[in-house]
């Protein structure tokens, strides 16, 4: 078998639990487009964890939820206030911009996260017609460097935003990561902090494909069923996304999955932090850790077990832990990397 990838959550397999709800909802025919059982069962699931106006709705990937949720906030004159390293600002090979055609405000971060202050700073163009106009503030959670807004650095976004007649987006990839982190449910992290609009991930965190579009407040979901149609991301059999939300969020499997994932990054972190020529960039809050390393040692290293690169003039690399990830393939890429630096 080949050793585990280090790359990316998204390169994990898929949760057995969720495997089985795959199983159960191949028997038989349902009704297409979500008017089956299954689909019924999550909406009220998710209503279950994120409150009674919670409306769900199923898209085939994290980019289509992105684009397709900030699609239904806009106009073609708004623009959307982001991070510099936001995935929909880095990662999406300029979806927002063509699916969307909005444009994106991206503001420097500090550790992955913005404030009130980088909204603050284009507010002085509400109602200027020279001026594309910002409509809404995405925040990542957790961030691309694996950090994580506290409930009060998202609700001090918030009020700002709301003051300002902006709607807050969370793109929450990695949302039960950063739930796990802080010892929190997934509702004191959005609703109860003024998000309006969730991108949630399940691929990431166990689940084999489908993400989720979650009007937090019912006020922004009335257009949504559209744009989901003409941004392509209506699926006819619909239950087979819908039944993985289902084993995911009905019981704790998103949280025992996060859990997972963050504690091996952890110990990663642990393990790697006395290596001579290893440095822990990154402050490790979620599953992911940021380290420099000698860079004659990333090849050879890589040769053994896949990563990214993330800055290339550092060299800065990412090591990515999953649901699956164990305690022995955590201690077999510290001893792999101890020898490769030691070895350059």
Known sequence: ??????????????????????????????VAYGNDPYT??????????????????????????????????????????????????????????????IKMLAEPHVDGKIGPEAIERHLHCLGFEHHSQPAVVSLTQA????????????RAVADRAHQAGMVVHMDGARLANAAEFLGLGLKALTVDCGVDVLSFGGTKNGLMFGEAVVFLNPLHSDIFKFVRKQSMQLHSKMRYIAAQYVALLAGD???????NANAMAR??????????GVEITRPVETNGVF??????????????????TWDQDLPEVRWMCSFDTTEKDVLGFARALAEVVAGH
């Open 1 to 30: 078998m080949p050793k585990k990838s280090f790359a990316s959550d998204n390169n994990s397999g898929v949760h057995p639990q969720v495997m089985e709800a795959l199983a159960e909802a191949n028997a038989g025919h349902c």
């Open 40 to 101: 019924e069962a999550a909406r009220e699931v998710f209503k279950d964890v994120f409150g009674p106006e919670a409306e769900p709705f199923f898209v085939f990937n994290g980019t289509g939820a992105n684009v397709s949720a900030l699609a239904s906030l806009t106009r073609p004159w708004n623009a959307v206030v982001c991070s510099d390293c936001a995935h929909i600002n880095v990662d999406e090979c300029g979806a927002p911009e063509r699916g969307a055609g």
């Open 143 to 154: 961030t691309e460097l694996g950090t994580v807004y506290t409930p009060e650095e998202i």
């Open 253 to 259: 499997l998103w949280l025992c999955n996060a859990r």
């Open 267 to 276: 110990l990663l972190a642990e393990q790697i932090a006395a290596i001579p």
């Open 291 to 308: 380290a420099t390393l000698p860079s004659e040692a990333i090849e050879p290293l890589r040769e053994q077990y896949y990563f990214y």
